[in-house]
């Protein structure tokens, strides 16, 4: 089977976006009218350039006393800004999010939910500063002299109604970057603007769906394992970025603005306070310290944010699920709750003064700004973290390759040593550039304040300062030297290629199915989750994954046919020297006809649905449906087109991951597994993939197909993977199935399997019999298994995706679980549901569980 190229977007198509613009807001008129009120009235009062409004102030721009008495400023705030600079950020906001908003919503749903979210906004904003006034006094009187004025709340209020007319993944993805944003504005810098903005952000979430006629649903959001893992990062990387936005901005009150002590130290000294302390024989120590945080500047101001830059760099590598990144973020996160700890303990107990990081003149007494309750809050932020990352751990089980970080930390080691003698060399060539001019004990005494954050350090005097420009560079230089090399060398260690413990054992099992033979489900052996085992002679194995004492197995053996009894007896020995019962799942009657002369009973869990390639032809009236979407399809110029996901470009790569996720949010329950793949199993060079792809580059629908060997040679496909685009071509999947079943029958292969479906059968079969004397027993469970296919089927569709697949006209075969023991039966039965809902939350369990409970009683006797 060949991988065909994909053309590349032609120039034509990456052109100048500004006429797109320009074209859709033809088609927005709401937003030109705000515009033109935008504009107009600063531009007669002649306001733009200077942003003051005089005495009318107050009855312009909305502050927390504008309620009763200058009610109508809650609306037309929405029309003026301060200076030129706001108004072209205001103009910006309409262009880019309101056009875009107004063409989903429509213009008189834009302009009642932009003008609902303003209103609502201000007044929530309005409501929590008078009620946070016990609290936060300090924050509650900084809110009480500020105001607001500005489209921005209407905007962004809009835009988030807008949401609701998008799929669930980008309406996910898009509520997530605002909020995290307007969040971190509100919590950080915390003005009433930052407020007002929050709360018509919120307003327009519950919005949205009002304004077309349903009902708002809160939920939380059940995301995929990667999507879980970007959310655990996204959360790390804001509360690094939080503290030095704080630290940065100049007037930053928000109630967790005061971290900015324990993540960063950034401080400036003004030329007279400098001259102040210099020309005062008792404060020598102060001036020297003064001297040396006005000359630090962006390398002081590097060091003094290190934790929150690391936080960031680690913050990538849980996004990839490294553990190492983890145990990394773990401890920064430890060390600064433990730090936090003691804080909070200086601010509540009296007899201890609440001293804190250094501002280069001395310890911040940070009682005599805060409200030491208005402290214990934020100080607890990084303990809750660490509570995160606790409980998320299972994320991120990721491991690089065997060595990565013996070998990273001895190449610190080594560039540490070498930046040490480079700056106890250089110290004494450019001695006379430091005041006191140092020695070498003066500059080894010294190396550890090099190469450690400087605001924690400052509380203690330095033994001498740089003064000249070139001993400047060398104070700063030898520790941001040594933390951009570690930076680089981590962000690099979470390149590498992931590692897997089995990786000996998943090579040997590969090399294995391909020179034998195995089933049509043997490739999924080789998905993460399995253990192997070996037989004595080499040739063959089984994959399994022990779950309550169970050794379940993933399909019969893979080795010589000639072997199998062997190979069962011999993992059945191993099994029960271990402690464990052996069952096999999902394998074909050949399996079970062997199991069933060692005395093993047996179920039918599934139907393979297969496609004899020889033979097919899809013509006559049962094919009319199949040749209905293959007709429609090359109408609507979608083709059908083979790549590898792994070599796929970005463009191409990217669509198939939006299209999975938002399958999976769309499902708002646990994605399955064991033999169900996901996008994790189809990153595999050896699995093919055929997407449903039009003119314009887009992905309809994408299928994978697992190869199967038989004596080194690839006679056949196997169907794992199928995600289609919510608003895509509706026949895709059918497209998709009989485009690959032509496409194998031209390329020489003997059948595609469309693989089995869980719980679910089109036919009885005569092979379904038990030969154990465990007749009544397993009847009863097989009547279970029924039911239970019966009530999770307006779940998951097993049934409805077998009754798809006879659109093809398939050959049936049985799959059977089989097990030595049937009083086992409810340990495996606990063993399989396990297997298939390996993440599912305790909250998805009970969601999975209300559903079926939920269901109407005729549905349960299907």
């Known amino acids: 089977m060949r991988t065909t190229g994909l053309s590349r977007l032609s120039p034509s198509k990456m052109g100048n976006p500004l006429p797109g613009l320009v074209k859709a807001g033809r088609h927005a008129p709401a937003t030109w009218i705000l515009l033109v009120l935008l504009w107009g009235p600063g531009l007669l009062r002649g306001t733009v350039l200077s942003g003051h409004y005089g005495a009318g102030q107050a009855a312009i721009v909305a502050t927390p006393s504008s309620l009763p008495e200058h009610w109508w400023t809650i609306i037309t705030s929405v029309f003026w800004e301060r200076g030129l600079a706001s108004y072209l950020v205001g103009t910006l906001l309409l262009l880019i999010v309101g056009i875009p908003a107004e063409r989903r919503l429509g213009s008189r749903r834009f302009l009642i939910a932009g003008f609902t979210a303003q209103v609502a906004g201000v007044v929530m904003a309005i409501g929590m500063v008078h009620g946070i006034h016990n609290l936060f006094g300090d924050w509650s009187t900084q809110l009480s002299r500020q105001s607001f004025v500005g489209p921005s709340a209407f905007v962004f209020g809009a835009a988030l109604a807008a949401t609701t007319t998008l799929g669930v993944l980008w309406r996910r993805r898009l509520r997530l970057i605002f909020f995290v944003l307007l969040i971190l504005l509100a919590l950080y810098s915390g003005s009433f603007p930052d407020l007002v903005r929050l709360g018509a952000a919120s307003v327009g979430v519950f919005l949205g769906p009002l304004l077309f006629n349903r009902a708002p649903r809160v939920s939380a959001p059940v995301a995929s394992r990667r999507e879980a893992r970007v959310l655990v990062a996204l959360i790390v990387a804001a509360s690094a970025v939080g503290p030095v936005l704080a630290g940065l901005l100049p007037h930053a009150v928000g109630p967790l603005a005061v971290l900015r002590y324990l993540f960063t130290n950034i401080q400036t000294v003004d030329p007279q306070t400098l001259q102040a302390l210099c020309t005062d024989p008792s404060q020598v120590k102060d001036c020297a310290e003064a001297q040396l945080q006005l000359r630090a500047g962006a390398g002081g101001i590097f060091m003094s944010i290190l ?10 590598g849980l996004r990839r699920g490294r553990r190492f990144a983890w145990y990394a973020a773990l401890a920064i996160q430890g060390g600064l709750a433990i730090l936090a700890g003691s804080y909070i303990v200086s601010a509540l ?8 990081p250094s501002d280069g003149l001395g310890a911040v007494d940070i009682t005599a700004q805060y409200h030491p309750l208005s402290l214990i809050v934020p100080l607890l932020l990084p303990v809750l ?9 299972r994320l991120f089980l990721v491991n690089a390759p065997p060595n990565t970080y013996r070998t990273l930390f001895l190449l610190l080691l080594l560039t540490a040593v070498v930046l040490s003698v480079i700056y106890v060399l250089a110290g004494l060539a450019l001695a006379q550039g430091f005041t006191p001019v140092p020695g070498i004990p003066e500059l080894l005494a010294d190396l550890p304040d090099r190469f450690l954050p400087l605001g924690y350090l400052l509380d203690l005097s330095p033994a001498f300062v740089p003064q000249s420009g070139a001993a400047v560079i060398l104070y700063e230089g030898i520790g941001i030297t040594f933390w951009i090399i570690t930076a680089v060398l981590m962000l690099r260690s979470f390149l590498r290629p992931a590692h897997n413990a089995q990786g000996t054992d998943v090579a040997r099992a590969r090399a294995i199915l391909k020179a034998t033979e195995g089933s049509s489900l043997s490739w999924m052996t080789q998905w993460n989750g399995n253990s192997y085992w070996f037989s004595h002679s080499g040739n063959s194995f089984v994959a399994y994954r022990v779950l309550s004492g169970i050794a379940l197995a993933l399909g019969p ?6 072997d199998l009894r062997k190979t069962i007896e011999e993992f059945t020995h191993h099994t029960t020297e271990s402690g464990w ?4 799942y999902s394998v074909p009657g050949n399996t079970k006809d062997v199991t069933e002369e060692l005395g093993w009973g047996s179920l039918q869990v599934a139907q393979e649905t297969i496609l004899d390639l020889e033979t097919l032809s899809f013509t006559g009236k049962k094919f009319q449906d199949i040749r209905t979407a293959l007709n429609k ?15 796929a470009p970005l463009a191409i ?11 999976v949010a769309d499902k708002k329950l646990p994605e399955m597994g064991f033999t169900l793949g996901s996008l994790e199993e189809v990153n595999d060079s050896e699995v093919r993939c055929l997407l449903a792809i039009d003119d314009q580059h887009t992905i309809h629908a994408i299928a994978s197909w697992l190869p199967v060997y038989r004596d080194g040679t690839i006679v056949g496909w196997t169907l794992d993977f199928m995600r289609r685009r919510s608003t895509g071509f509706r026949s895709s999947i059918e497209f998709l199935i009989a485009s690959a079943a032509l496409s194998c029958k031209d390329d020489g292969y003997e059948f595609l399997s469309l693989s089995g479906a869980p719980l679910a059968r089109i036919e009885a079969t005569s092979a379904d019999t038990a030969s154990n004397g465990t007749e009544q027993r397993r009847a009863g469970l097989d009547r279970l298994l029924e039911q239970l296919g019966a009530l999770l089927e307006p779940v998951y569709g097993f049934k409805s995706l077998l009754t798809f697949k006879s659109k093809f006209q398939p050959r049936y075969e049985p799959l059977f679980m089989v097990y030595p023991d049937a009083a086992a039966l409810p340990s495996i039965a606990n063993a399989v549901g396990r297997a298939y809902l390996p993440k599912a939350s305790i909250r998805q369990s009970l969601s999975l569980a209300g559903k079926i409970v939920r269901l109407p009683s005729k549905d349960h006797s299907k």
């Open 557 to 562: 053996p893979v080795g010589p046919r000639a």
């Open 349 to 356: 107990v009296p007899a201890v003064p609440g001293s804190w």
């Open 307 to 316: 934790p929150s830059v690391l936080l960031l760099i680690v913050a990538d």
């Open 581 to 584: 019962t052996p069952c096999f």
């Open 633 to 647: 399809a090359t109408k609507e110029g979608i083709q059908a087109q083979w790549v590898s996901y792994p070599e």
């Open 385 to 393: 973290l660490v509570v995160l990352l606790l409980v998320t751990r």
């Open 653 to 663: 790569a990217d669509q198939i991951h939006a299209i999975s996720e938002e399958w």
